[in-house]
């Protein structure tokens, strides 16, 4: 099953978006598409997840190789979804407080609690190389504890590597995640 913007997507995000937003550095609401977008086909990794994860998980992970188009992804579902894009590359060096900071300094918190807004973060592999293998960690914690009951999933963008060592630490969390 490919899960495409329209058939999963739409359906899984569904955020409305958030007027009176401030967002910080890094963090963005997309306003343009680009013309010549044409959309990758994901699936789901029988390895990493089991069929229908990706349905009821609270964190999706998307992995690929570098420069297939995972930020043009992104930005596109984050265009059709009004969701917040988040591009680690762009923002301070990740922690403990990055997601749940980010939040609050982007007057998102109220949104996020009533689950009528949804975060895709782009450029995992990005963070991980910046910061102590412990700040990563921490990271990591942000998210699964504020992915914890969600019906909106986060969602994270990155190359593979990063991708399965984010799946590893997010599970030892607790999280309930589905790799793609």
Same mark, same amino acid.
């Not at 997507?9 to 550095?25: F, G, H």
């Not at 009528?116 to 990591?140: K, N, P, W």
């Given at each position: ?10 359906? /899984? ?31 789901? $990794?029988? +390895? ?5 994860? +990706? ?36 923002? $301070? ?19 996020? $609690? ?11 592999? +990005?963070?991980?190389? /910046? ?18 009951? /969600? ?13 399965? $060592? ?15």
């Amino acid at each position: 099953m490919n899960l495409t913007i329209q058939d999963f997507w739409k359906k /899984r995000l569904a955020p409305v978006k958030v007027q009176d937003a401030t967002p910080v550095r890094g963090w963005s609401f997309e306003k343009k598409a680009l013309a010549t977008f044409k959309e990758a086909p994901l699936t789901v $990794d029988d +390895e990493l997840s089991n069929r229908g994860d +990706e349905d009821k998980s609270e964190v999706l992970l998307v992995s690929a190789p570098g420069a297939v188009g995972k930020s043009t992804l992104a930005r596109q579902i984050a265009l059709e979804t009004g969701a917040v894009y988040v591009d680690l590359a762009n923002t $301070d060096p990740v922690g403990g407080n990055t997601l749940s900071g980010g939040l609050a300094k982007s007057k998102l918190i109220s949104a996020w $609690d009533s689950e009528t807004t949804a975060v895709l973060i782009d450029g995992l592999d +990005e963070a991980r190389i /910046r910061v102590t293998q412990e700040a990563f960690e921490a990271f990591l914690k942000d998210v699964a504890e504020l992915s914890t009951g /969600r019906t909106v999933p986060i969602t994270l963008f990155g190359r593979t590597g990063a991708v399965q $060592d984010a799946w590893l630490l997010l599970d030892g969390h607790g999280a309930k995640v589905a790799v793609l």
